[in-house]
């Protein structure tokens, strides 16, 4: 039976993989910062363990209480991240760092604390969770897209250091999913000096919300998720579904002062 941990498993995405994986008859390791959020008892096979993605102790723990309890972990999902919205001005330094700390670095602790695992049972794969944000900017996500941009380039990047160890790197790229993601998780940025934002940040974030609430099922992610991690091949992404395959197609292929030009009259 194999063994995936999942960071950031407490709602959501994360809470849904946890789910999802348990199902399929894996060991599941979800990890949280806080594990009383989160009731799974009807599910013996997965295991609740604290993790905080910038704390390298805990991360640690997580990781060796996993492989004692299971005897060694096959797949890691780096899921734990949120988003900062509004206008970039009006970013604090404080939410500026946080929004990388957690969405860029942690995801690095968590893959470079696994990586010796991985390096010596010659096998393993991780999972980072991107998004369709990290191919295209969108309105008021200037730091949430420029964390998922990095995700991508990182991971494409330490795919080809890994491939020599047996070791799979994938990304995952969801686009709106109908999660608390653009409401409890989300960080407003506002700064009430300046307001000269308000008249376009205002409308766009409302609309962002709207695309949200009608978006995909969390399920729809953890389905695409475990396609990856069972995969035996080396393909890298892994858009979920049509909607968000069909972004990032055009958003390649469309010239792109045509591509922003279409995101500003969404937005309108």
Known sequence: ???????????????????????????????????????????????????YVNDNKSISDAINSSIETFGKV??????????AA????????????????????GLMNVTRAILPHFRKNNSGTIINLASVAGHAGFPTFTLYNSTKFAVEGFSEALQYELRQFNIKVKIVEPGPIKTDFYDRSMDKIENPEITEY?????PAMKKMTEM????????SVAKTIY??????????????????????????????????????????
């Open 1 to 51: 039976m194999k063994t995936v941990l999942i960071t950031g498993a407490s709602t959501g995405i994360g809470k849904a993989t946890a789910i999802y994986f348990a199902e399929k008859g894996w060991n599941v390791v979800a990890t949280m910062r806080n594990i009383n959020s989160l009731d799974l008892c009807n599910y013996p096979n997965i295991i609740k363990l604290k993790l």
């Open 198 to 202: 308000d008249s376009f940040i205002n």
């Open 227 to 268: 396609k990856a991690a069972i995969s035996n091949s080396n393909k890298l992404r892994y858009p979920v579904a049509f909607q968000a395959a069909a972004m990032i197609k055009l958003r390649h292929i469309m010239p792109g002062c045509l591509f922003r030009s279409v995101v500003r009259i969404i937005m309108k």
């Open 74 to 83: 096959d797949v890691i999902i780096n899921n734990a991240g949120y988003a």
């Open 86 to 105: 509004g206008a970039f001005e009006c970013a604090s330094q404080e939410q500026i760092k946080k929004q990388f700390d957690v969405n860029v670095f």
């Open 212 to 219: 949200g609430m009608k978006g995909l099922p969390p399920k």
